[in-house]
């Protein structure tokens, strides 16, 4: 058997600077742990009798937590607040008080609410589709230049469902997502037909149990016990996201790394899925839907180990080098078609 590493705070701040965290101090590591970000010793120090010294505390695991503190502070570097990093670390699996992690899901929708209260302050003769589609008229349209098979009348549609307490989602119709008149050259832009089915089809949906009054109520009524249950239904996706990554990494293996660079940045847009999934899985728990995610979670894991699994993924190693070829190929086909046409993509505009 073999020994376990046992780790000391000094110990601990040793080893993440020599892997090039070296503004972790000392006292770093006791406020990490005052904050509950790291573990609790496993055994604590105390006095070894008169003229004895002073035995130290420990972790028994050291290098589970070598690889916490690693995390906490990238996650404190990327998102600059210790109150950030309690529900990443949890999404990862590291033990973290739930008290904690429920006050990490209940800020956020707090500042928006507050955020929303404040820009309606004063509009009492709009209805809130006006408010918020005034809003989108005047915000940047990166979303849509990212997106060009995305319309502005969808995104206002999606963001009706998500913040508008009185949107009725009956009303969602192909017909809402009428052609938008190319702004550059006056050919007409018709939004994606999959995209539109799909909103159309799950707006009730989405109304019921995703917007952003359902997450409200779901998350004052959330307990330590809701948060228990929805802990094993995460240890379940980090799971099925382990199996997906790993065929990802090896499909893009062949990657020159200038393409790659950014996807280590990925951690933000993941963390932040994470988020939502955790907030609908409470929400539809909180409608009766528990039983049904009990028996069907489980059974997407199976899938996806029974298809990602090492056979396929040496597959994908093997192939790596065509697929990545031929996705630069299409890229270079699109930009020169972008290229032909002498503009970029275009805003889309209310009709």
């Avoid at 529900?87 to 992690?101: C, E, H, N, Q």
């Avoid at 790394?257 to 929400?283: C, N, Q, Y």
Wanted: include cysteine; glycine fraction near 6%.
């Amino acid at each position: 058997m073999t020994e376990p590493k046992i780790l000391t705070e000094a110990a601990l701040v040793a080893e993440l600077q020599g892997f090039g965290y070296t503004n972790v101090s000392l006292r770093t590591i006791e406020e990490w742990r005052r904050r509950e970000l790291l573990p609790k010793f496993d055994q604590k120090g105390g006095g070894l009798g008169k003229g004895g010294g002073r035995r130290r505390s420990v972790w028994m695991d050291g290098p589970a937590v070598i690889e916490q503190a690693a995390w906490v502070s990238d996650l404190i570097r990327v998102y600059g607040r210790m109150e950030s990093a309690y529900l990443p670390l949890w999404l990862l699996g590291y033990s973290i008080p739930l008290k904690r992690v429920k006050q990490a899901l209940r800020q956020p929708a707090a500042k928006l609410d507050q955020a929303i209260r404040k820009e309606m302050k004063g509009k009492d003769g709009l209805v809130n589709e006006d408010v918020i589609d005034d809003l989108l008229s005047k915000t940047p349209r990166r979303i849509l230049k990212n997106n060009p098979s995305l319309s502005l009348d969808q995104l206002s549609a999606v963001y009706n469902l998500l913040f508008n307490p009185d949107y009725d989602p009956g009303e969602l119709t192909s017909d809402e997502f009428t052609p938008c008149e190319d702004a550059s050259n006056g050919e007409p832009h018709t939004p994606d037909q999959d995209q539109m089915a799909f909103l159309s089809q799950y707006a009730p949906l989405i109304k019921e149990h995703l917007s952003f009054e359902r997450v409200k109520e779901t998350l004052r009524h959330c307990t330590v016990e809701d948060l228990k249950t929805v802990e094993r239904d995460v240890a379940i996706l980090r799971k099925i996201v382990f199996h997906l990554g790993r065929t990802v990494k090896a499909m893009v293996s062949a990657a020159p790394p200038e393409l790659t660079k950014g996807f280590t940045d990925k951690w933000h847009f993941l963390f932040f899925l994470g988020r939502m999934v955790i907030l609908a899985d409470l929400s539809l728990r909180r409608s009766g839907y528990g039983t049904w995610i009990d028996q069907n979670l489980p059974c997407v894991l199976d899938v996806i180990r029974a298809a990602f699994n090492e056979e396929r993924e040496a597959e994908f190693l093997a192939k790596s080098p065509e697929m990545i070829a031929d996705a630069e190929r299409k890229m270079e086909e699109l930009k020169s078609e972008r290229d032909a046409k002498g503009t970029a993509t275009p805003e889309r505009r209310l009709q």
